[in-house]
């Protein structure tokens, strides 16, 4: 067992396979539909989001981890007196990373690292996985921050969303703009700059077409990418659509590992479902 504990927040978007095979612990935000609060990936997964956000017009509420529930998350890995190295959806989108703070000062342990993302999804996931893989090989602690803090702004983590109406019932946009770009067939790319989204591309068509105008457009970044892993992240995608962005990813012949994963319930609420996203790290 590393004395390195990797952690992460269910933001990151990790399947099962990849959480187990990493030994990753992942600690779930909060989701808020009307009067009932559950966990993300726990007591609520993104088909029951859909269901209720349909059937009432409104988009959940999420939030970061109760302090309760973060201290009796890390205690564990503190009876074994590990060090941990927690990785958090970005500090500009919720107040998980100082959450986590705050329960590694009340339970005063000096071991507990919080690395802001900076990032969402697998932007996280990115991240997580390359410092899981040092603390296996054996880094220290400060060497994985140190590269963590080196590649933090060059993950590239981008969306193309089929409809606007759920980021209208979040209030992420409004209701104008949403019955516009519905009406016009517009999918907009979101894109992490920053720490932030930030709208880029407007794609139009069907969102088949879409996606793979949207992956052909970041060829060239495609090409300079870290070739240990990319991501295709999804909310909820047809089958035939993921397999064809996997062959154009496969066809680039620069990847080692494409690897599919569906998103958790926190950004399937707020994005809808049929969005896709491909995330890697630039060199």
């Not at 209720?52 to 309760?68: E, L, V």
């Not at 107040?95 to 969402?120: H, Q, W």
């Not at 969102?207 to 495609?222: E, M, N, P, T």
């Not at 154009?248 to 399937?268: C, M, P, Q």
């Amino acid at each position: 067992m590393s004395i390195i504990k990797i952690v992460a927040d269910s933001t990151c978007d990790l399947s099962m396979d990849l959480i187990e095979t990493y030994d990753i612990s992942v600690i779930p935000l909060m989701i808020s539909m009307g009067d009932i609060t559950k966990k993300d990936g726990i007591e609520v997964l993104p088909e029951e989001i859909y269901k209720w956000s349909n059937k009432t017009g409104q988009t959940p509420k999420t939030a970061a981890p109760t302090i309760g529930d973060a201290i009796a998350f890390i205690e564990p890995f503190i009876k074994e007196e590990r060090d941990i190295i927690f990785f958090g959806i970005s500090e500009a989108m919720s107040a998980t990373c100082n959450i986590m703070r705050l329960a590694g000062e009340n339970l005063g342990y000096k071991k507990l690292f919080v690395v802001d993302s900076k990032n969402l999804s697998t932007g996280i996931g990115l991240q997580v996985l390359r410092a899981a893989v040092l603390a296996k090989n054996g880094a220290s602690v400060e060497d994985i921050l140190k590269d963590t803090n080196d590649i933090n702004s060059k993950v590239r983590a981008s969306f193309v969303i089929d409809t606007l109406t759920f980021l209208h019932r979040g209030g992420r946009c409004s209701g104008v703009a949403a019955l516009l770009a519905n009406t016009l067939r517009l999918k907009p790319e979101i894109v992490v700059n920053e720490g932030k989204m930030v709208v880029g591309k407007k794609y139009r068509g069907n969102i088949k077409s879409a996606l793979l105008k949207y992956v052909q457009d970041r060829k060239d970044q495609l090409l300079d990418a870290v070739p240990d892993r990319v991501f295709i992240t999804h909310s909820g995608c047809d089958s035939q659509v993921i397999e064809d962005v996997k062959q154009y990813l496969e066809d680039l012949n620069v990847f080692k590992e494409i690897l599919i994963t569906r998103a958790g319930g926190v950004i399937s609420s707020h994005c809808g479902p049929n969005t896709l996203g491909i995330l890697y790290i630039s060199k």
